[in-house]
Structures are given as C-alpha cells and as structure tokens.
Nanobody, 114 residues
Framework: VQLQAFGGGLVQAGGFLRLSCAAS????????MDWYRQAPGKQRELVAT???????NYADSVKGRFTVSRDNAKKTVSLQMNDLKPEDTAVYYC?????????WGQGTVVTVSS
C-alpha cells in the first residue's frame, strides 16, 4: 500500500490550495479515504472523510471551506482548501484504514501566513 500526498505550500490567509493523494497497492474504489492534519505541538486531527460512495464528512473547523473528492479511475483523493486561515497551518496526511490496519501517506506541509 502506498499513499503519496502532494500539493502543499505557502499561501497567504484567504488563499487556496489543492492537495492530492495518489494511492496504489489496494482496491481504491471500495475504500473510505480520509485527510488528517497535525499542527505543530498538537495532536493529529481528522479533517475530512469520503466514503466509497462519495459521502463526505468534515471537521467543524473546515466546513464550508474545504471540499474532499475522489477519482476512482485515477486512484486519487483530493482536498480543495479555500479561504485558508493561519490556523490551517499543519502537515496534511491522507489515510486509509482497513479493518485494524492503518495506512498513512508521508504528509505534505501547508503553511498559511497572516
């Protein structure tokens, strides 16, 4: 199983970024996929989830600003982040769980300047 996240960067507050995660090594289309983030000195938190049927769920802090989507043909899951705030600064990880197993991408850094 491999999850490769990319698309992070430095952006000013109010700006936008699009993160993507390329998946391989498993049947992507039947898996729920998640995006987590971990800010400096804080615990990792769930940001967004998309099920195999493309039902989505978001943390309250990002609702209305972030949109998670998936492309089963390309085996990618994306996170469109709009109206970014300094508190969105974190390392963002894509994640897949299957039974008791958890798989993480390497993370991509998002820095939002005020």
């Amino acid at each position: 199983v491999q999850l490769q996240a990319f698309g992070g960067g430095l952006v000013q507050a109010g700006g936008f970024l699009r993160l993507s995660c390329a998946a391989s090594g498993f049947v992507f289309s039947i898996n729920k996929m998640d995006w987590y983030r971990q800010a400096p000195g804080k615990q990792r938190e769930l940001v967004a989830t998309i099920t195999s049927s493309s039902t989505t769920n978001y943390a309250d802090s990002v609702k209305g600003r972030f949109t998670v989507s998936r492309d089963n043909a390309k085996k990618t899951v994306s996170l469109q982040m709009n109206d970014l705030k300094p508190e969105d600064t974190a390392v963002y990880y894509c994640h897949r769980d299957w039974g008791a197993s958890h798989y993480w991408g390497q993370g991509t850094v998002v820095t939002v300047s005020s």
